[in-house]
């Protein structure tokens, strides 16, 4: 079991430095990059995205890192339902099919992603509940904002919500898997962990002998997995399910 893990971390920090994808046929790709950066000392660009994947209807394609512990579903005062979602400890996909596909996507947690802090590089924590929101269209223009609704829409942007997983079940993986049209398409992935009457306090509180102050704050590991095949003319089957084969 411990060769495993160790197998598992190296592959995770490879991942998290060279995002793969593996194309059945023709060409997906995925790049640690955001469409329109923005300008330093303005508020424009959009959506600071973490990643772009770009995919047909035959492909899988794979990639690593980390999120805030809380970022899908923050508590009040700070974050009041409906805008509970942490934009920037959240992490964003500038999502774009190239064909109208059925596509699965299955988010995990992972151990032992790297990401540096400060001037170190520190190892992400292992307890996310990932959730994620879908989206469509990209947001390229706005002024980012702090909260997202993640579950419906919000008003500093101009992407439409279609879906989520909201992870009720605190499971260690969700999927998804829903018909899409070609197009563009964001996807919000953070942490949902179960709501409590009081939060740790990331600022005081010890991870390393406290294993709430570990599962509610800091950066955790997550993986994500994207299948895509060719769509069928049936009506959408999208289900959501969560399990517990990451345990
Ligand atoms: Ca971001
Ligand atoms: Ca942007």
């Known amino acids: 079991m411990i060769k495993i893990r160790k197998t598992l971390s190296l592959v995770s920090a490879l991942?998290?430095?060279l995002a793969f994808s593996m194309p059945a046929s023709a060409v997906s790709s995925v790049t640690y990059a955001d469409p329109v950066p923005s300008t330093p000392g303005a508020c424009d660009g959009g959506i600071s995205y973490e990643w772009m994947a770009k995919m047909s209807d035959n492909h899988t394609i794979s990639f690593v890192n980390h999120v805030g512990a809380k970022s899908f579903n923050e508590p009040p005062p700070a974050y009041e339902p409906p805008f509970t979602g942490w934009t920037h400890t959240s992490n964003w996909v500038a999502f774009e099919l190239t064909?109208?596909?059925q596509v699965e996507i299955e988010v995990t947690r992972q151990e032992g992603v790297p990401y540096t802090s400060g001037s170190t590089v520190a190892t992400a924590r292992n307890k996310l509940v990932p959730a994620f929101a879908i989206y469509s269209g990209w947001d390229n223009t706005s002024c980012e904002d702090h909260r997202y609704n993640n579950a419906g829409n919000f008003d500093w942007s101009n992407i439409k919500y279609i879906t989520n997983t909201p992870n009720k079940g605190g499971w260690p993986s969700v999927t998804r898997?829903?018909?899409?049209?070609?197009?563009?398409?964001?996807?919000?992935?953070?942490?949902?962990p179960k709501v409590l009457e009081t939060y740790p306090d990331a600022a005081t509180c010890d991870p390393a002998t406290?294993?709430?102050?570990?599962?509610?704050?800091?950066?955790h590991g997550y993986r994500v997995r994207v299948k895509t095949n060719p769509s069928r003319s049936?009506?959408?089957?999208?289900?959501?399910?969560?399990n517990s084969t990451n345990q």
Not at 179 to 192: E, M, N, R
Not at 210 to 219: K, L
Request: glycine share 12%; charged share 25%.
């Open 234 to 242: 049936e009506s959408d089957n999208a289900s959501t399910s969560g």
């Open 210 to 219: 406290d294993a709430a102050c570990y599962a509610y704050t800091g950066r």
């Open 99 to 101: 064909k109208d596909a």
């Open 177 to 192: 898997k829903i018909k899409l049209k070609a197009g563009k398409y964001s996807i919000a992935i953070g942490g949902t």
């Open 15 to 17: 991942s998290a430095l």
